[in-house]
């Protein structure tokens, strides 16, 4: 979802931004480089001292086999998940001493079973739970947390055509860059997850489909993301 990135980085404004892709010309996100980075990058926070915002956006696949689960790499293959995606595991060790005052994760994936040919299925229960603890056991001096997935356990996440990218990532960045702001002009992390929900619920209920995506807030309700527009990592 490259183009999703490129719109991302200049509509908004960051003090450091890290993309990886799966196309080339860019920083491959290999299961190794994804992992390798995510290090560099809580090794970056604690030198700093701590950060104010720390965000992370996944768009791809995510699967599940013998109860574990995984997201996808760019090369990831479906007969060694255990060996080329990134578990579940992984993630948490290689964010686990991460140093910021906010922490956020969106995940804008499915799940898919290697058993049926790696076909679309619904989000699971499971995968939500797990990555829900990565987010909920990870980091140091964090005040705010918060996870949003595109879809609810047992819902597919959708793709437009018209907007070439996912229809969660298109309600999304409309959030961050102003329209998720309450009458105020303050943009929480609230408003940004009650902004995308009613967007793709009504997105979804005139195509008759189901997608709600999921907003879980882990502390700070209230907590204010214009770091998000402003100087975040």
Request: proline share 1%; with cysteine; charged share 25%.
């Given at each position: 979802?490259?183009?999703?990135h490129a719109?991302?980085?200049?509509l908004?404004k960051?003090?450091?931004?890290l993309?990886?892709t799966?196309v080339a010309g860019?920083?491959?996100?290999?299961?190794?480089?994804?992992?390798?980075?995510?290090?560099?990058?809580v090794?970056?926070?604690?030198q700093?001292g701590g950060?104010d915002?720390?965000?992370i956006?996944f768009?791809g696949?995510g699967f599940?086999?013998?109860?574990?689960?995984?997201?996808?790499a760019?090369?990831?293959r479906l007969?060694d998940?255990?060996g080329?995606?990134?578990?579940?595991?992984?993630?948490?060790g290689?964010?686990?001493s991460?140093e910021?005052?906010?922490?956020?994760?969106?995940?804008?994936?499915?799940?898919?079973?290697p058993?049926?040919?790696g076909?679309?299925l619904?989000?699971?229960d499971?995968?939500?739970?797990?990555?829900?603890e990565?987010?909920?056991?990870?980091g140091?001096?964090i005040v705010?947390?918060?996870?949003?997935?595109?879809?609810?356990a047992g819902?597919?996440a959708?793709?437009?055509e018209d907007w070439?990218?996912?229809v969660?990532?298109?309600?999304?960045?409309?959030?961050?860059?102003?329209?998720?702001a309450?009458?105020?002009?303050?943009?929480?992390?609230?408003?940004v997850?009650?902004?995308?929900q009613?967007?793709?619920?009504?997105?979804?209920?005139?195509?008759?489909v189901?997608?709600?995506?999921d907003?879980?807030q882990l502390?700070?309700?209230?907590?204010n993301v214009d770091?998000?527009?402003?100087g975040?990592?």
């Amino acid at each position: 979802d490259y183009p999703t990135h490129a719109k991302a980085q200049s509509l908004l404004k960051f003090d450091r931004v890290l993309t990886m892709t799966s196309v080339a010309g860019g920083l491959r996100a290999t299961q190794a480089n994804v992992l390798r980075q995510m290090r560099a990058l809580v090794a970056e926070t604690r030198q700093r001292g701590g950060v104010d915002t720390l965000i992370i956006y996944f768009t791809g696949h995510g699967f599940e086999k013998e109860q574990k689960h995984y997201l996808a790499a760019a090369d990831t293959r479906l007969s060694d998940l255990a060996g080329t995606g990134i578990g579940v595991e992984a993630l948490r060790g290689a964010l686990s001493s991460v140093e910021a005052r906010q922490l956020v994760f969106f995940f804008d994936a499915c799940r898919n079973d290697p058993s049926k040919g790696g076909e679309q299925l619904s989000l699971s229960d499971g995968l939500t739970k797990d990555l829900v603890e990565v987010v909920r056991r990870t980091g140091q001096g964090i005040v705010s947390r918060a996870v949003f997935f595109a879809c609810s356990a047992g819902e597919k996440a959708f793709y437009s055509e018209d907007w070439q990218q996912s229809v969660f990532t298109h309600y999304l960045l409309e959030a961050l860059t102003g329209k998720g702001a309450d009458k105020s002009g303050e943009l929480t992390l609230t408003g940004v997850g009650d902004y995308v929900q009613k967007r793709v619920l009504a997105w979804s209920e005139t195509r008759k489909v189901k997608q709600l995506p999921d907003f879980m807030q882990l502390g700070g309700a209230k907590e204010n993301v214009d770091a998000v527009r402003s100087g975040a990592l």
